[in-house]
């Protein structure tokens, strides 16, 4: 089912960096709740405010007014994508992820912790493909993740 009532839209600042930040750790803590996170809540916000918001191409999923998914992209890698719980299977990561094949028609990349099952079929099913495994020594949380590619066919 996907959810038309839900608009996509570019972040714009501050106020948009709290509601991507409060998106992630919702997110965060519902889906992954045996991985510990490197970062404190404020460390969180701090970083989305400072880093993720102004730096990268992040993107906001809009219901009523708020924001219920966030999508962080970098040149040809999905760096972050969350939606809040009650939101998820409305079809509005299928859209972000249309949205980043669009801007990265060569190709993505992408990290996930490897106990997220549900985000390993997601990928899987808009044509990511494990490209590695890892134990986890590289990220800060120090959790075994697997890193995804799609390439569009030719």
Request: hydrophobic residues 40%.
């Amino acid at each position: 089912m996907i959810d038309t009532a839900v608009t996509l839209r570019r972040a714009a600042g501050p106020d948009d960096a709290a509601a991507v930040a409060d998106v992630w750790l919702r997110s965060y803590d519902a889906v992954l709740p045996t991985v510990k996170r490197a970062h404190s809540d404020d460390g969180v916000r701090d970083f989305f405010r400072y880093v993720v918001v102004p730096e990268q191409e992040t993107w906001v999923a809009e219901s009523g007014g708020a924001v219920v998914g966030m999508m962080a992209l970098e040149p040809g890698r999905i760096e972050q994508l969350y939606l809040v719980p009650e939101h998820r299977g409305r079809g509005i990561g299928d859209r972000f992820v249309q949205l980043a094949k669009e801007r990265s028609p060569g190709g993505l990349e992408l990290w996930t912790f490897q106990v997220n099952e549900p985000a390993h079929r997601f990928y899987e099913r808009h044509g990511f493909g494990v490209a590695e495994r890892t134990d986890g020594s590289r990220n800060e949380e120090r959790e075994p993740d697997v890193r995804y590619v799609w390439a569009p066919e030719r």
